[in-house]
């Protein structure tokens, strides 16, 4: 199993950014999948996550969109309004016991990590 991670960069305050996760040896429409990040200095924190349902951390509540497009078996997370405290590397992974987890201990396969960098 493979995640690639992609998309990230350096945007302004209040700018948007797309994030995708392409999957091979893994079909991210049957698989509880997940957007973590990781700040310096701070522990690797869920972001989004879909299963059966979808689950959103407050912090990116209303500004973050969890999505998957199972032709092209790739998860996106799309995020807006961002703001200097999202300036984290960004992982996508993959859990492949169905069932929403927000723990990152519960996933089993990690992408890279993008760098976002939100400048004020």
């Known amino acids: 199993v493979q995640l690639q991670a992609y998309g990230g960069g350096l945007v302004q305050a209040g700018g948007s950014l797309r994030l995708s996760c392409a999957a091979s040896r893994l079909t991210v429409s049957l698989n509880c999948m997940g957007w973590f990040r990781q700040a310096p200095g701070k522990e690797r924190e869920i972001v989004a996550a879909?299963?059966?349902?979808?689950y959103y951390a407050d912090s990116v509540k209303g500004r973050f969109t969890i999505s998957r497009d199972n032709a092209k078996n790739t998860l996106y997370l799309q995020m807006a309004n961002l703001n200097p405290e999202d300036t984290a590397v960004y992982y996508c992974?993959?859990?492949?016991?169905?069932?929403?987890?927000?723990?990152?201990?519960?996933?089993?396969?990690w992408g890279q990590g993008t760098q976002v960098t939100v400048s004020s």
């Open positions: 992974a993959a859990k492949m016991v169905y069932g929403l987890a927000l723990e990152p201990r519960w996933y089993d396969y």
């Open positions: 879909v299963g059966s349902s979808t």
